[in-house]
């Protein structure tokens, strides 16, 4: 009565083919990583050194460290989250917890689609025009994070609005039933049990512009200054251009350097996300309902 | 309220609720045709009838809470105690206040029981300003002692509302409204999550306030509707069919279709 059928050995061998098909394109998934990892480790990794991470340039890019370059790249990353999470918060609260389902909803909704489907070769000359240009920032660093923070924009938005839908509408209900306002709500009920989903969302998020090369490279990124920036409207070395400009623009560069630069970016990008997500963890844990 | 009062000789003291003509729209769709209904004060009464009968629509539009989907639209008057709430004058905040409401599903606000019990007035004192520590206290105990939680609950007033098993969950969600001072409550189906143990304390609970509040009560259940209501409105397609005191119309229906309902011929 329950032995089986040549049917169900059929089935169950068709079965293991497709599990193992399955799993092993998993597996191509994690090799590119591993790989990428693994080359930046066994070639840049010689390259690191206090040195390499603290002392300017030297001999046209040939030798020294990056240390302007790291610099840069932190500021540029600091100041386009400073632009963009604000905005991009406010945002989403607004399309969230206020915004009725009508024409203009949609519109918006579908700007902020396409504005994330923009190429970022796009959003560079955006950038140039908008803000090298028309407000007269010049190169700067101003310029370049302002480019980097409406190319994030989209991406902090969708963050933030889906860890504000994560917040169960039963509390909403139960708060605007008991007559307090959209924005009673927001305050005492939606924001404090999103707010560490909106966190490290954006972390998440911004920590790839760390990476962004092209709508830095017209609106202030400099191929060659061994200044570290004093202030928003000076010009910067960033990781991203510094490893375009030694792999391709520059000629006897050791080959261990550009390796090097890669690892040190991918380490800060790594970081972040670890941090972010070690946060996520932490403070899901703590919350039940 | 700022609703213009009507004259005092069209005011009926005893009704707490007067619906009159009240017809709504979602959208195309007439969800509520030409209801008039007279809610007594201090009683309970359930609206009764089969799903899609319009009973949680006219329920929610007591408190206007409908409204949050842009596409409804609603003609005729409902006054409490004399002041048509469909004034477009009238301030929500305030029906709020007035007009509390339990859900279906206990939904208690991520917070601890405590500050379940004082987001009411914490959202409705005159700049938000919280009752000082001793006055908090004194209001907590007093709503949860009026919902029967006090014993229970008294050396946990730090958990979370959440954490508590959903009948206290749903005592609970009654207990935030009171300290306010409504004075009628709305319940959605307050027992359909509950066991039968559970929904047997909340029943109790909801006949113990009624006289205090006016209770307006939406049921699938017809024991619950015969045991723990006083009147009882059944509907049908968006009308009211039938309302009488709850004793006679479950003796002795007076319309064909409410006897074929509560037979459970359908439903």
């Known amino acids: ?15 293991g083919l497709f599990r193992l098909l399955f799993l092993w394109m998993t597996c191509m998934l994690i090799l590119p990583v591993a790989l990428i990892l693994g080359v930046l480790i066994v070639r840049g990794g010689p390259a690191i050194s206090w040195e390499f991470l603290f002392t300017q340039p030297m001999n046209n890019m040939t030798a020294g460290g990056i240390l302007p370059a790291l610099v840069g790249t932190v500021w540029l990353v600091v100041v386009a989250l400073i632009a963009s999470v604000p905005v991009g918060v406010a945002a989403a609260l607004y399309l969230s917890e206020y915004a009725p389902d009508n024409r203009l909803t949609r519109a918006i909704n579908l700007a902020i689609i396409n504005l994330a489907g923009v190429p970022s070769i796009v959003h560079a000359l955006f950038g140039l025009g908008a803000f090298v240009i028309f407000f007269r ?42 007559g307090a306002t959209r924005w009673q709500t927001i305050r005492k009920i939606v924001l404090p049990n999103s707010i560490s989903g909106i966190l490290t ?52 560069v050791p080959e261990h350097m550009p390796f090097g630069v890669a690892l040190v970016l991918i380490s800060m990008v790594l970081a972040m996300n670890g941090i972010s997500i070690a946060f996520r963890v932490y403070l899901r844990g703590r919350k039940k309902w | ?21 009240l017809n709504l729209w979602y959208g ?47 003609t005729g008057s409902i006054r409490l105690w004399g002041l048509d709430v469909l004034d477009p004058s009238v301030e929500l905040a305030q029906l709020r206040k007035q007009v509390g409401m339990v859900f279906q599903r206990p939904n208690p606000l991520p917070l601890s029981v405590r500050d379940n019990v004082l987001f009411g007035t914490r ?23 009026e919902v029967l939680l006090w014993d229970e609950l008294k050396d946990s007033l730090d958990r979370r509302g959440t954490e508590l098993s959903l009948e206290q969950q749903q005592k609970l969600c009654i207990a935030r409204l009171l300290p306010v001072k409504p004075r009628l409550l709305l319940m959605d189906e307050p027992c359909s999550a509950l066991d039968p143990a559970g929904t047997e304390a909340v029943e109790e609970l909801i006949w113990k ?38 004793a006679s119309m479950f003796l002795n229906p007076a319309n064909s279709q409410t006897a074929a309902y509560i037979e459970g011929r359908y439903g």
Not at chain 1, 1 to 15: G, H, I, L, S
Not at chain 2, 127 to 145: C, H, T
Not at chain 2, 215 to 241: D, K, P, W
Request: proline share 5%.
């Open chain 2, 209 to 246: 306030l009624r006289g205090e509040y006016t209770i307006l009560i939406v049921t699938h259940n017809m024991a619950q509707a015969r045991r723990a209501s006083e009147e009882c409105v059944f509907m049908l397609l968006g009308e009211i069919i039938e309302h009488s005191d709850t």
């Open chain 1, 201 to 252: 969302g954006v972390i998440l998020e911004v920590s790839r512009t760390s990476g962004e090369t092209a709508p830095i490279m017209f609106t202030g990124a400099a191929f060659f200054l061994p200044f570290l920036p004093q202030g928003v409207l000076d010009q910067t070395m960033a990781m991203s251009l510094h490893l375009f400009v030694i792999s391709t623009q520059v000629p006897d």
């Open chain 2, 123 to 145: 959202v409705h004192l005159p700049d938000g300003r919280p009752p000082n520590r001793g006055e908090s206290d004194r209001i907590v105990e007093e709503a949860l002692r």
């Open chain 2, 1 to 21: 309220m700022s609703a213009e009062p009507v004259t005092s000789d069209t005011v009926d003291a005893s009704a707490a609720i007067l619906v009159e003509k």
């Open chain 1, 1 to 15: 009565m329950f032995e089986a059928t040549a049917q169900n050995r059929r089935n169950r061998k068709v079965e």
């Open chain 1, 137 to 178: 920032f010049g190169t700067s660093v101003l310029a370049a994070s302002l480019t980097l923070a409406v190319m994030t924009l989209p991406v902090v938005i969708v963050a933030t609005r889906e860890s504000l839908q994560t917040v169960p509408l039963a509390f909403r209900e139960a708060c605007w039933n008991m």
């Open chain 2, 28 to 74: 195309d769709f007439q969800a509520l045709l030409d209801v008039d209904l007279r809610v007594r004060a201090g009683a309970i009464t359930s609206l009764i009838g089969p799903s899609g009968c319009g009973k949680t629509t006219l329920l929610r539009s007591v408190n206007r809470i409908n409204e949050r989907l842009g596409y409804v639209r609603a």
